[in-house]
């Protein structure tokens, strides 16, 4: 006589007894892909097209950006970010409601209060960031973008015990060199005349734009390090940060809009010249879906390939950028200005490998060059005594 036990353990714990007089039912059949679904699937797992597509997103958005804002009589940056916001906000409401964004959360008064501080900082960041864009070339903004890098790396070894390698260093001081160029590169164009205006309104406009460049480092850095201190303690994932971002600061670009810039008929008028309004409200409303393509482009990106990757495409990617700046406006193109470009994709390239190299040594646990302030200094001192 055989064990039941023991049948019944061979054929697993969800095996089930059957009558052998009875048929067995045929099993359900899964209904087949159809092609279209397979190409999607295979799209969403390609590591090319994920990488082909957070380029193309993050490039349209810098050559939108400047094309918005680089109109002769333009002075309503704060109705363009509003602009931006809200359709932002909008899209990730309906792509809530279709299911799209599960995880996002209901709105929170509280973390709403606590946020608001940051979203600030952020209207601080977006509105320096378009007036050094009206300001400045395409490749002179991307590469002087690259000194935010250098600061929020000091802000965290300051705040947060960083750390900086040697190869960092190296990046940082060809991040430092190729602004160098770049100035110089502008600035001496504009004396030879190269510019569309005049020289003293070219070297008047570059004054203008390194000025909000400057401001621009300082907010971006301080909006990056802060919202790394607050989004820790508020537990937010990707599309919460990005749905409180927008939305608090509608209302605050709004009120600066109405206090702030010439909302009269003439100047409306000057701002969205007749022959280019309709292009000019398409690239606004293309603005604010911009940043969330962006976002699912860089989420797409990691999860096909690895974030190491991810970080040497943001490298590479500003080469392009600042050659779009040079295809499609009238952005100088000299000796200088092409080896700030290079020396400025180089320095990318060598900060991104710094990095994987420093993850690399933290992985297996050998020791890492500190560099720390003298507050963790201290505090190191005191629990070691």
């Known amino acids: 006589m055989s064990n039941k036990k023991e049948d019944y353990d061979l054929r697993g714990a969800d095996a089930v007894e059957k009558d052998p007089f009875l048929g067995r039912r045929p099993a359900a059949r899964r209904p087949q892909p159809t092609p279209w679904q397979v190409w999607l699937d295979k799209i969403d797992h390609s590591p090319g097209a994920s990488i082909l597509a957070y380029c193309l997103s993050s490039i349209s958005m810098t050559v939108v950006n400047k094309y918005v804002v680089s109109g002769s009589y333009w002075n309503l940056n704060f109705f363009y970010l509003a ?3 809200l359709v932002c906000t909008l899209t990730i409401l309906v792509f809530k409601h279709a299911g799209l964004f599960k995880n996002l959360a209901p709105f929170d008064p509280v973390k709403a209060k606590k946020w608001f ?4 900082l952020l209207v601080g960041m977006i509105y320096t960031g378009a007036k050094a864009l009206q300001y400045l070339s395409v490749p002179v903004y991307t590469i002087f973008k690259n000194l935010t890098i250098i600061v929020i790396a000091y802000g965290e070894v300051l705040w947060f015990g960083g750390s900086v390698t040697p190869l960092t260093l190296l990046s940082f001081g060809l991040m430092v060199l190729s602004s160098v160029i770049a100035a110089w590169a502008d600035i001496q164009a504009a004396l030879d005349g190269m510019h569309s205006l005049d020289t003293s309104s070219a070297l008047s406009a570059l004054n203008a734009g390194y000025a909000w460049m400057g401001m621009n480092v300082v907010c ?3 909006y990056v390090l802060g919202m ?3 989004i820790k303690k508020m537990n937010f994932k990707d599309y919460d940060t990005m749905f409180y971002n927008n939305l ?9 809009s109405l206090l702030v810039e010439d909302w009269s008929a003439e100047n409306l008028a000057r701002n969205f010249p007749e022959e280019t309004r309709n292009k000019l409200m398409i690239g606004m409303i293309y603005s604010g879906l911009a940043a969330i393509f962006i976002s699912y482009c860089s989420a797409w990106c990691i999860r096909v390939t690895s974030s190491t990757t991810y970080s040497m495409v943001g490298a590479l990617n500003k080469l392009p950028i600042a050659i779009s700046g ?6 100088p193109i000299t000796f200088g200005s092409v080896t700030a470009i290079i020396v400025g994709f180089i320095s990318g390239l060598v900060f991104t490998w710094a ?3 420093q993850k690399a040594q933290e992985a297996v646990g050998l020791p890492k060059p500190v560099t720390m302030s003298a507050s963790s200094a201290s505090n ?3 629990n070691s005594s």
């Open 83 to 85: 602009v931006q916001s």
């Open 117 to 120: 501080p940051i979203s600030l």
């Open 220 to 222: 971006t850095s301080s």
């Open 228 to 230: 790394r201190k607050v």
């Open 248 to 256: 608090l600061t509608i209302p605050v670009l709004i009120v600066c």
């Open 326 to 331: 040079l295809i499609f406006f009238d952005a």
């Open 355 to 357: 990095k994987v190299r």
């Open 380 to 382: 190191r001192d005191a």
